[in-house]
């Protein structure tokens, strides 16, 4: 951690996961105890700082799917529950309910009639070569399953 750059600003292309791993990884660390000791108060101040750039930058990105976004909420429910005051937990119970709802809407039912949860899994290729029609030459022919 003594890079004087910003960790959550090394990389230009961050994404709302990659952020939300960071974050909560400096969160797993400042619980440490070793963490809370006065010897690492250096550290821990230059931990809460990167945790709050982190933050920060959550604002910037764009979310990619609905679990993207509930991480996002899960993000303020974190900051808003250590700045709360008294009266004002309405606000954490108000994020839970739009997460709630959030998964709700976002939940599509299969062809059983069952709920499927919201899951997005993107590929990493678009198509292969071998499907336009041009096989490989080490490749045999076999009936689609």
């Given at each position: 951690?003594?890079?004087?750059?910003?960790?959550?600003?090394?990389?230009?292309?961050?994404?709302?996961?990659?952020?939300?791993?960071?974050?909560?990884?400096?969160?797993?660390?400042l619980?440490?105890?070793?963490?809370?000791?006065?010897?690492?108060?250096?550290?821990?101040?230059?931990?809460?700082?990167?945790?709050?750039?982190?933050?920060?930058?959550?604002?910037?990105?764009?979310?990619?799917n609905?679990?993207?976004?509930?991480?996002?909420?899960?993000?303020?429910?974190?900051?808003?529950?250590?700045?709360?005051?008294?009266?004002?937990?309405?606000?954490?119970?108000?994020?839970e309910?739009?997460?709630?709802?959030?998964?709700?809407?976002?939940?599509?039912?299969?062809a059983?009639?069952?709920?499927?949860?919201?899951?997005?899994?993107?590929?990493?290729?678009?198509?292969?070569?071998?499907?336009?029609g041009a096989?490989?030459?080490?490749?045999?022919?076999a009936?689609?399953?």
């Amino acid at each position: 951690m003594a890079e004087p750059k910003n960790l959550a600003e090394l990389d230009g292309s961050q994404s709302v996961s990659a952020l939300g791993l960071r974050w909560a990884a400096l969160r797993g660390m400042l619980a440490s105890p070793l963490i809370l000791s006065e010897e690492q108060r250096h550290l821990r101040e230059e931990l809460l700082r990167e945790l709050g750039n982190i933050e920060q930058n959550f604002v910037s990105l764009q979310s990619r799917n609905a679990m993207e976004i509930s991480a996002k909420i899960d993000i303020a429910k974190s900051a808003l529950h250590e700045g709360l005051q008294s009266g004002q937990s309405w606000l954490v119970s108000l994020l839970e309910s739009i997460q709630t709802d959030l998964h709700a809407t976002s939940a599509k039912p299969t062809a059983n009639g069952s709920v499927r949860p919201p899951v997005s899994i993107s590929r990493a290729y678009q198509s292969r070569p071998e499907a336009n029609g041009a096989p490989s030459g080490d490749e045999t022919e076999a009936p689609a399953a």
